[in-house]
């Protein structure tokens, strides 16, 4: 009993957030030890492929490789696109986690899914996890973990929201005793904004921009509403003239970019008041009282909350620290036996 208590503390268990954007890992015991974007550059040599870069390293690499390289995603809208990357990338972290110790490499992982992903995508999951090293792999929704990492009473017999805005989905839930009420997964994130500004900038000025530069813009100076002086701040950005065919740069102001935004922001809400219109009236009675809650790095967008709260009626609040919700809730629920039946095992 002794002895396989101590293995567990060493083998590190840990709990994952396997984003489209960004990956991070929780361990037990720790907390958060690493938060990196979910890419991986390959190398393509006489043929054969190997992993040059992971994490940060690879990020920096988008955009600006040769044709010898190429710098993956391996997740598209919260779910494995390329498995055999993926697996990669995930024994990436673990060894980074583990560090030099390679003596207890089995841990248990516990790792977050949308809640509209289907048995298929959680099976290449579960077994690039298991071929990544883990010695058992559970799974929990991630509006779930979400609502656990904003210390939302999901034990208790109340209704309460969660809005958890990811890189490739968007996760709507009502959750009460342990279990989602009622869920959708919108297939709009991070990702369809950033698509969004680089079409706005190459219908409206002819100039297309990449990806890390839209989600740069999106970062910084992205609005859910453009602001009061119809303008807003004027952000210089550089890129390719598509009349030319020469690099230029341009400017574009935050009435733009809500003009850019409209759209994907348009569809979190629909969502919203999708999942409002098919939540039980007692549930709805306790939401009207506990609000909504937003978590994921969409909820950080400027007056993404006022904009729900006009849309909806309801309070609309940003979790404390929306861009380790999930991961914090997906760590809890690997420590706290409170959380464990949330779990998914089968």
Same mark, same amino acid.
């Given at each position: 009993?002794?002895?396989?208590?101590?293995?567990?503390?060493?083998?590190?268990?840990?709990?994952?957030?396997?984003?489209?954007?960004?990956?991070?890992?929780?361990?037990?015991?720790?907390?958060?030890?690493?938060?990196? +974007?979910?890419?991986? !550059?390959?190398?393509?040599?006489?043929?054969?492929?190997?992993? %040059?870069?992971?994490?940060?390293?690879? %990020?920096?690499?988008?955009?600006?490789?040769?044709?010898?390289?190429?710098?993956?995603?391996?997740?598209?809208?919260?779910?494995?696109?390329?498995?055999?990357?993926?697996?990669?990338?995930? %024994?990436?972290?673990? &060894?980074?986690?583990?560090?030099?110790?390679?003596?207890?490499?089995?841990? &248990?992982?516990?790792?977050?899914?949308?809640? #509209?992903?289907?048995?298929?995508?959680?099976? /290449?999951?579960?077994?690039?996890?298991?071929?990544?090293?883990?010695?058992?792999?559970?799974?929990? &929704?991630?509006?779930?973990?979400?609502?656990?990492?904003?210390?939302? +009473?999901?034990? &208790?017999?109340? *209704?309460?929201?969660?809005?958890?805005?990811?890189?490739?989905?968007?996760?709507?839930?009502?959750?009460?005793?342990?279990?989602?009420?009622?869920?959708?997964?919108?297939?709009?994130?991070?990702?369809?904004?950033?698509? !969004?500004?680089?079409?706005?900038?190459?219908?409206?000025?002819?100039?297309?921009?990449?990806?890390?530069?839209?989600?740069?813009? %999106?970062?910084?100076?992205?609005?859910?509403?453009? +602001?009061?002086?119809?303008?807003?701040?004027?952000?210089?950005?550089? *890129?390719?003239?598509?009349?030319?065919?020469?690099?230029?740069?341009?400017?574009?102001?935050?009435?733009?970019?809500?003009?850019?935004?409209?759209?994907?922001? #348009?569809?979190? =809400?629909?969502?919203?008041?999708? /999942?409002?219109?098919?939540?039980?009236?007692?549930?709805? !009675?306790?939401?009207?009282?506990?609000?909504?809650?937003?978590?994921?790095? *969409?909820?950080?967008?400027?007056?993404?909350?006022?904009?729900?709260?006009?849309?909806?009626?309801? +309070? =609309?609040?940003?979790?404390?620290?929306?861009?380790?919700?999930? /991961?914090?809730?997906?760590?809890?629920?690997?420590?706290?036996?409170?959380?464990?039946?949330?779990?998914?095992?089968?």
């Amino acid at each position: 009993m002794l002895f396989s208590r101590f293995f567990r503390l060493a083998s590190q268990d840990m709990a994952i957030d396997l984003g489209t954007a960004n990956t991070v890992v929780y361990v037990r015991g720790q907390g958060i030890v690493l938060n990196e +974007p979910s890419v991986v !550059a390959i190398e393509t040599l006489n043929g054969i492929r190997r992993v %040059k870069a992971v994490g940060n390293d690879a %990020k920096l690499m988008m955009g600006k490789t040769p044709d010898s390289i190429e710098a993956i995603r391996p997740l598209r809208d919260g779910v494995i696109a390329d498995i055999d990357v993926a697996e990669q990338m995930i %024994k990436y972290f673990i &060894e980074k986690v583990h560090g030099k110790r390679r003596m207890f490499r089995y841990p &248990e992982i516990v790792i977050c899914v949308p809640s #509209g992903s289907t048995s298929v995508e959680r099976r /290449a999951i579960r077994d690039a996890a298991s071929n990544a090293g883990a010695s058992e792999v559970h799974l929990i &929704e991630e509006p779930m973990a979400a609502a656990i990492g904003a210390d939302m +009473p999901v034990i &208790e017999p109340i *209704g309460s929201m969660v809005v958890d805005i990811g890189g490739g989905t968007t996760e709507v839930a009502v959750l009460s005793l342990r279990g989602l009420a009622y869920t959708t997964s919108v297939r709009t994130g991070g990702d369809k904004m950033d698509e !969004a500004i680089v079409s706005y900038v190459r219908r409206h000025h002819n100039l297309l921009i990449g990806e890390a530069t839209a989600e740069r813009i %999106k970062k910084e100076y992205g609005v859910a509403r453009a +602001p009061k002086d119809g303008v807003g701040e004027t952000i210089h950005i550089k *890129g390719r003239d598509l009349v030319n065919g020469v690099p230029k740069e341009i400017s574009i102001n935050q009435a733009q970019i809500a003009e850019a935004l409209a759209e994907p922001i #348009g569809t979190i =809400v629909e969502g919203v008041r999708i /999942a409002l219109e098919n939540t039980a009236p007692e549930l709805a !009675a306790d939401i009207v009282d506990q609000g909504i809650v937003l978590t994921g790095g *969409g909820a950080l967008m400027s007056g993404l909350d006022e904009y729900m709260r006009d849309e909806t009626g309801l +309070p =609309v609040t940003v979790a404390e620290d929306p861009l380790t919700c999930v /991961a914090i809730g997906t760590g809890r629920a690997l420590e706290d036996p409170l959380f464990r039946g949330v779990l998914i095992t089968a």
